[in-house]
């Protein structure tokens, strides 16, 4: 098995780590609220790291975490003891020494890294181990969510000069194939109808732009700024960025009339994955036009995730009204975000496999 690969994914690289590495790794790990809830809870300080760093070098198979937006190192992993038949079920390798920057906590980035990981190392092994310490909750969590089985493993260890305990949880290659580590298409090309969705592309901004400009269509959102154009210049440079952006093109006329996004691809639970940054022609809206977009991302999206969310502003009816008649339930959950230099309530609707199904997108 090649413990040094390099792994390329929509939001990060991993490639073997590096001994020129060292300033930007230990940048990102001399955070010291990123080792809270760790065994080796000391690991931010300077020593201690540099022992890590050279057992990484020296062992083999450490990778460097790069965010490819930023070309930013962001942590780093391992591929660590394999073993070639260790208990009669065939090879296998531990994935583990992990640790990510705070700024890429969260479902997406871990699910990608241990998605390009695990999709390695599986061509070559029978499954995956993974070490957690037992009180770290969560490293369990973020485990559980992305499939992993708890196996009746236990390790004594010692971390930071005290006793600790390892539990062990497994992945193997039918777990992979059936679990939650679903790859999900952000930037396809959808047809229907009257509207064709394809990815979005730095060449479309006058035409795009031509459409934002006009007021009317943010009277009601809670970015009510967005037509003027250094605002939605960030808006759109963001949407290239984060990547899932999508063209909304008239099909009849073949111009651009809108744009939304697949983004925050969440692997826990079945999967969910938000459509949102939506916006259409005043010319376009409507029933027919709004159905026609949402049927066609919706579709896309649940053929690979169990749900999609919606965050709307708490006080745009408009849009309220529209995801309403297309069957989007609204939940308990709420967040206040920063919008226009304004604090800005947003509701979360959901639409899941059996609601689409039943609803009248379907009809």
Known sequence: MDRQPVLEGERLVLRPLRADDWDA????????????????????????????????????????????????????????????????????????FTFLARSHWGGAYNAEMKRLMLGHALASVTYVRFRIGDDNCRSRRAMEKIGGRLTDRREPTVKAGKPSVNVVYEIDRAAFAAGPLVLLDRQPTLDGEHLLLRPLREGDWDALFAVAADPLIWEQHPAHDRWQEPVFRAYFDDALAQGGALAVIDKQTGAIVGSSRFQGHDPAYGGSVEIGWTFVARSHWGGAYNREMKRLMLGHALGSVERVRFRV??????????????????????????VAGQPAIHVIYEIDRAAFAAGPLSR
């Not at 502003?313 to 920063?338: F, H, M, P, W, Y």
């Open 25 to 96: 790794l230990f940048a990102v790990a001399s955070d010291r609220a990123l080792w809270a809830g760790h065994p080796a809870h000391d690991r931010w300080q300077e020593p201690v790291f540099r022992e890590y760093f050279g057992n990484a070098l020296a062992n083999g198979g450490a990778l460097a975490v790069i965010d490819r937006h930023r070309g930013a190192i962001v942590g780093a992993s391992q591929f660590h003891d394999y073993q070639p038949d260790e208990d009669g079920r065939g090879p296998s390798v531990e994935i583990g």
């Open 313 to 338: 502003g708490e006080n745009n009816r408009r849009s309220r009204g529209a995801l309403e008649k297309i069957g989007g339930r609204l939940t308990d959950q709420t967040e206040q975000v920063e």
